[in-house]
């Protein structure tokens, strides 16, 4: 039964969808982030890019979008 399950919740993680890109943002630049529901978690680094990841069902999407300096994720 463990094993049963162990197998669907691995099956389940390697085929739901997932959002992993890196964008480029001026180092002055603005991030705007709008989330409906699940977790946000911000860390800085030294690079002049933002890297966003995201787990999500297959009706979800990510919209990335730059206008000028400001960049939005939705």
């Known amino acids: 039964m463990i ?5 669907a919740t691995l ?10 890109t890196t964008v480029t ?5 603005r991030i705007v982030i709008e ?3 699940g977790e ?3 860390a800085t680094w ?3 890019t933002v890297r966003i990841e995201a787990d999500h069902s297959s ?3 990510v919209d990335i979008e730059r206008d000028g300096s400001t960049l939005n994720i939705k």
Do not use: M, W
């Open 3 to 7: 094993a049963t399950l162990a197998a």
């Open 35 to 37: 989330n409906f529901a």
């Open 59 to 61: 009706r979800t999407t």
């Open 11 to 20: 099956a389940f993680a390697s085929f739901s969808p997932r959002t992993d």
């Open 46 to 48: 030294t690079k002049n």
């Open 25 to 29: 943002v001026p180092a002055q630049g």
């Open 40 to 42: 946000v978690a911000i």
